[in-house]
């Protein structure tokens, strides 16, 4: 059973940078045809952040483009988020997806 773990979240000012991580663990024969980032507030749908696929980069949100970052590792079962130019409308839990397994979320706060 693949379990999906994400890390990196917390307090951060605005205009500051925090990178969150997410790894997988367990069973995973071929990878994830999937790797992707969402972010949900309270009383919102979870939002689409970024995501790539086996067909490479996937479109950022809007409201991201331009100050946050995706990437993978080497072996392809561990994303990154680089999120820069924070705003306080950033602040969300954010939540990462490998495949069709979620994680439990990692709370980020952009607050002054």
């Known amino acids: 059973q693949v379990q999906v773990v994400e890390s990196g979240g917390g307090l951060v000012q605005p205009g500051g940078s925090l990178r969150l991580s997410c790894a997988a663990s367990?069973?995973?024969?071929?990878?994830?045809?999937?790797m992707a980032w969402y972010r949900q507030t309270p009383g919102k749908e979870r939002e689409w952040v970024a995501g790539?696929?086996?067909?490479?980069?996937?479109p950022y949100g809007d409201s991201v483009k331009g100050r946050f970052t995706i990437s993978t590792d080497g072996a392809k079962n561990t994303v990154n988020l680089q999120m820069n130019s924070l705003k306080p409308e950033d602040t969300a839990v954010y939540y990462c997806?490998?495949?069709?397994?979620w994680g439990k979320g990692t709370l980020v706060t952009v607050s002054s």
């Open positions: 367990g069973r995973i024969i071929f990878g994830f045809n999937l």
């Open positions: 997806k490998l495949g069709q397994v």
């Open positions: 790539i696929s086996n067909f490479g980069l996937m």
